[in-house]
């Protein structure tokens, strides 16, 4: 190489730097969704009568709400959608609203890995969360639900902390937790 000559600097192609199809992309936020919904832990493990203790001080029951809410941070995710959902669903349309909102949540921001292009251009993911939040808010102001969701998730959070507070951690929940923290 001569002195003054610079060399040009070329990045490799990546996966997430190739444009796919919007079908390649929903098909791949699918089997993301199914591959964190089958990280969740079995339910007769979260209703284990043996494991069910009234804590000894608030320190404590504040200690158990953290550890079960990360080792069951699946489940009680199911469960509060499970709230919010069956609390629209006296008005079918909004039901459905509400699914394809949460789907597009999903879909577009939770567990999309690649970048989102549209008309050939990179769409940031401050957009993606801004329109997906636009969105979010219109559907609840043109559904008129959102007295029925507000109650739904305070039900299914309230169901989540009593749980939390009153399960005891075992010692095989915090090594589960922490392989499944590793392999993730």
Sequence with gaps: MVVG?????????????????????ISRSFQNLSTAVSSRRP??????????????????????????ASYFLINYTILILGCAMISVVGTPISLMVWALVLGMW???????????FVFGRQVSDRLVLLCLGLGSVLAVWFTGVLENL????AIGLFVCCVHAVSRNPLEGDEDGLRESVLTH
């Design 5 to 25: 000559q610079t060399q040009k600097m070329s990045t490799p192609a990546t996966y997430a730097s190739i444009p796919i199809s919007g079908a390649d992309v």
């Design 150 to 153: 507000v109650v739904g998730v």
């Design 43 to 68: 339910w007769p493990e979260l209703f284990a009568a043996n494991a069910f203790r009234r804590p000894d001080s608030l320190t404590v029951a504040g200690e158990r709400i953290r550890k079960n």
């Design 106 to 116: 999903l879909i577009f921001y939770f567990f999309r890995e690649d970048p989102l």
